[in-house]
């Protein structure tokens, strides 16, 4: 598997939908290639974006990062590049496991866009799944980093469900929300899922228990 080959299997595997509003990365195609990481959100926010099509058109060229570049806005508030809480918290998170963000592969289980989680078809993450199946084949990371771990509507949910495995919880450090987890296979790789609360509405900044628990996902990726 190499990346040449993710725009033809999102076409393939996305076909109908192609007009709809929507993106695969979140990171430039350069995170494309073997990592530690690969950070999972559900479905990127809002309803007037860029046609999907357009997103797999540029998935090979594309230079910029999500989280690091764009200004975004909610509620007519706007932050600078990089600044809104959600991209704060990535940015915090993979920093402190010693990656760079810019290196690492982002993504949303959902490739396609809604002013709600509950505004769109969870079905459609089946869909989306031979691209991601694509994209970990490339990556082999040892975890994957999914913010929103409720039952339902939430990426970390969907891969558990998925894939199976037994999970395991700390404390979050916010009311009664946890830090969820648990040890897979996805087509033969060892990967370590961690669910986190959503990043837009709990931070993990300055909580470096939660990093010490995501290493320790880290190492049972590898380890038997």
């Known amino acids: 598997m190499t990346k040449l080959e993710i725009p033809n299997i999102a076409i393939g595997c996305l076909s109908g939908l192609l ?18 990481a690969y950070v999972l959100g559900y479905n990127p926010g809002g309803s007037a974006g860029s046609p999907i099509q357009m997103s797999i058109d540029e998935l090979l060229t594309k230079t910029t990062n999500a989280y690091l ?5 909610h509620k007519n508030r706007v932050w600078p590049e990089g600044e809104a809480p959600l991209q704060k918290n990535i940015k915090w998170i993979v920093e402190s496991l010693g990656l760079c963000l810019r290196e690492v592969c982002t993504s949303n289980l959902i490739f396609f866009q809604s002013p709600k989680a509950s505004d769109i078809n969870s079905d459609l993450a089946d869909q989306c799944w031979p691209v991601h199946r694509a994209i970990i ?8 980093i999914a913010f929103g771990n409720n039952a339902v509507d939430s990426p970390y949910a969907y891969l558990h469900a998925r ?19 648990f040890k897979s ?37 590898v380890n038997k």
């Open 19 to 36: 007009d709809r509003p929507g993106s695969i990365l979140y990171s430039s195609h350069e995170t494309l290639r073997p990592g530690d």
């Open 137 to 144: 084949a490339i990556i082999k990371p040892k975890i994957i």
């Open 69 to 73: 570049d764009e200004k975004w806005e």
């Open 185 to 221: 296979y996805i087509d033969g790789h060892p990967l370590y899922v961690a669910g986190l609360p959503h990043l837009s509405r709990y931070s993990a900044i300055g909580k470096n228990y939660i990093i010490d628990w995501l290493s320790e996902g880290m190492c049972k990726a």
């Open 163 to 181: 894939f199976g495995g037994t999970e395991e919880s700390i404390p979050s450090g916010h009311g009664d929300w946890k830090v969820k987890g």
